[in-house]
């Protein structure tokens, strides 16, 4: 078993459960997010129990720093990411700045949100030179995943448990789940989920299967643009 890293988790889940008590009182609005896409639209909810991400979310929205990002990065049967401020298509009067550097503690609410098919979460970098977990503050991705068989789902937690990764082995619900719905399990308790898709999961399924370069980090051929992003409630 990698102790470290399960202690880590473990560390993860209670600074969050903290941090929570002293945040999610002020705003218990079920706030919703509407993205116009060239491909259609997605509306968004955001999660309470995740108010870092919530409100760095909201604030990015009001500010129109999603307004010309493209979903550079798309993987079939896996995810779409967008947020990318190397991938803004934006007009040359456009001289806002943001700050692209800052992140977000990790706010992991395993197993309450898990990474089946629609779900809202933070891409972030990896283990190695982030071991908080901690988010970038502008790239998100959408969850897609495949559906799992339930022997499928089995030799997954069998794997989980040899790898001394226990902790994280879907209980029953989730697993049916999986299996009825699709997901990515792998990504469970590593990355911050904060949201879902509550309309326009066709439109995700399409831009999912939109043709892309494996050679230059999987960006579709034809830019998948998210032409504007507003604050429904």
């Not at 079920?30 to 060239?38: G, I, L, P, S, W």
């Not at 706010?107 to 970098?125: T, V, W």
């Amino acid at each position: 078993m990698n102790m470290k890293k399960t202690l880590m988790w473990m560390m993860l889940m209670l600074t969050g459960t903290a941090t929570l008590s002293a945040q999610t009182a002020a705003d218990t609005t079920q706030h919703e997010v509407v993205m116009e896409t060239t491909m259609g639209t997605i509306v968004l909810r955001l999660y309470n129990d995740t108010p870092l991400h919530r409100d760095n979310f909201l604030d990015r929205v009001r500010t129109g720093y999603y307004n010309g990002c493209t979903f550079q990065r798309v993987i079939r049967n896996f995810m779409i990411q967008a947020g990318n401020p190397q991938a803004r298509q934006v007009s040359a009067g456009d001289t806002v700045q943001y700050d692209v550097e800052r992140r977000v503690p990790a706010e992991i609410r395993y197993p309450a949100h898990y990474h089946r098919r629609g779900q809202l979460c933070a891409a972030r970098e990896g283990d190695d030179t982030n071991p908080e977990f901690a988010s970038s503050s502008h790239d998100f991705y959408i969850t897609w995943g495949r559906n799992f068989s339930p022997r499928q789902m089995e030799y997954y937690a069998d794997q989980l448990r040899r790898e001394g990764r226990a902790y994280v082995i879907p209980d029953s619900v989730m697993q049916q789940n999986y299996i009825k719905y699709g997901g990515v399990p792998h990504l469970d308790g590593g990355y911050t989920v904060f949201g879902e898709v509550i309309e326009g999961l066709d439109v995700v399924d399409r831009i999912q299967q939109t043709p892309v370069d494996h050679d230059h980090g999987d960006r579709p051929f034809e830019d998948v643009v998210i032409l504007r992003a507003t604050i429904r409630k």
